[in-house]
């Protein structure tokens, strides 16, 4: 990598060692085609997630009289995967990744799994060159500070938890899930579900299960409901 300055104005963190800001976008696929590198992010990403949790964790509890399961939930919607896979996406982590050839071409799910542990592994290099106080402040600028957004759109809640409690609020309806239509060989079906309240449909979505299917339709009945309310 050598746009490491270019990185460290983005991170607004000034590296002692560069080799651990470098060593956190490395993926291990970028070693089967440059034998030269040794070292990969994975251990930097272990110790990243635990320092990312630690922060959250202490956060909520310094700032939230909450009961210990809905801090549980908070901290769940604030840490998980796809939350971090923004954060990364939002500071173009993408730009600096170094990867095979075969995960560059890769979308989806996949590259938002990639960008999630890179955003872990960068935390970890932080507190491995900077300490706690720097990997905290860094994680409440780029993390903590959506926990607000979080709670305001009740993102912390399942979908079919939020769908039902919304219906039963406002209509005093059960949603209802139909599978409408399923494709693909056993081993790689999708299937696309419909949620429906009142004989109207609310809803679509897709996923490789069932359960997928009625989560993500769910989260599109939410957000239409929201948007019309």
Do not use: C
């Amino acid at each position: 990598m050598n746009n490491i300055e270019e990185l460290e104005k983005v991170l607004e963190i000034s590296f002692t060692d560069k080799e651990l800001i470098k060593t956190a976008f490395v993926h291990k696929s970028y070693l089967n085609e440059h034998k030269s590198v040794d070292t990969h992010n994975e251990r930097m990403e272990f110790l990243g997630d635990a320092v990312m949790e630690l922060v959250v964790t202490e956060h909520l509890y310094n700032n939230y009289p909450n009961a210990e399961g809905e801090l549980t939930n908070w901290r769940a919607a604030l840490v998980k995967g796809e939350s971090i896979s923004q954060v990364a996406k939002k500071l173009g982590f993408e730009e600096y990744l170094l990867l095979s050839k075969g995960e560059k071409a890769s979308e989806g799910k996949a590259k938002s799994l990639i960008l999630a542990n890179t955003f872990e592994s960068v935390v970890g290099a932080i507190y491995l060159d900077q300490g706690y106080e720097v990997a905290a402040k860094f994680i409440h600028k780029n993390l903590i500070v959506n926990l607000p957004e979080i709670l305001e759109k009740k993102l912390h809640i399942d979908p079919k938890s939020h769908l039902q409690e919304l219906l039963q609020r406002t209509k005093g309806v059960t949603p209802i899930y139909e599978v409408v239509q399923e494709s693909g060989p056993d081993h790689e079906k999708e299937f696309v579900v419909i949620v429906k309240a009142n004989g109207k449909t609310l809803g679509e979505g897709k996923g490789n299960s069932k359960q997928k299917a009625q989560i993500a339709a769910a989260a599109d009945a939410v957000a239409q409901l929201e948007a019309t309310s």
